[in-house]
């Protein structure tokens, strides 16, 4: 729910308990107040799983990455490897 919808809505309920008798009003109230908490724990909830959902893009790319420049390097060796073996003489 965005905040915009989240503030008229609030408002209309703001509205309807101004309508009701005083006793009904704290009781709205309160739980209007615990509705508003909720929602804010909500989005700061929201919020921090977007941060995590990044990192955890950012550190599979570089994993990625580092696993790529890894199997790169590994050829560059086994070629040299290779190329070394050929040049040396067979021992008897």
Same mark, same amino acid.
């Given at each position: 729910?965005?905040?915009?919808?989240?503030e008229?809505?609030?408002?209309?309920?703001?509205?309807?308990?101004?309508?009701?008798?005083?006793?009904?009003?704290?009781?709205?109230?309160? @739980? #209007?107040?615990? $509705?508003?908490?909720?929602?804010?724990? @909500?989005?700061?909830? @929201?919020?921090? *799983?977007?941060?995590?959902l990044?990192? *955890? &893009? @950012? $550190? #599979?790319?570089? &994993? $990625?990455?580092?696993?790529?420049?890894?199997?790169?390097?590994?050829?560059? *060796? &086994?070629? *040299?490897?290779?190329?070394?073996?050929?040049?040396?003489?067979?021992?008897?």
């Amino acid at each position: 729910m965005s905040d915009s919808i989240f503030e008229k809505q609030r408002g209309k309920a703001a509205d309807a308990v101004d309508s009701t008798s005083r006793r009904q009003q704290n009781e709205l109230a309160a @739980l #209007a107040e615990t $509705i508003r908490k909720n929602h804010n724990l @909500l989005k700061e909830n @929201l919020d921090r *799983l977007q941060n995590s959902l990044d990192n *955890l &893009r @950012l $550190i #599979a790319k570089y &994993r $990625i990455f580092d696993l790529e420049a890894t199997r790169r390097e590994n050829t560059q *060796l &086994r070629r *040299l490897l290779d190329e070394r073996s050929d040049q040396t003489p067979p021992k008897e």
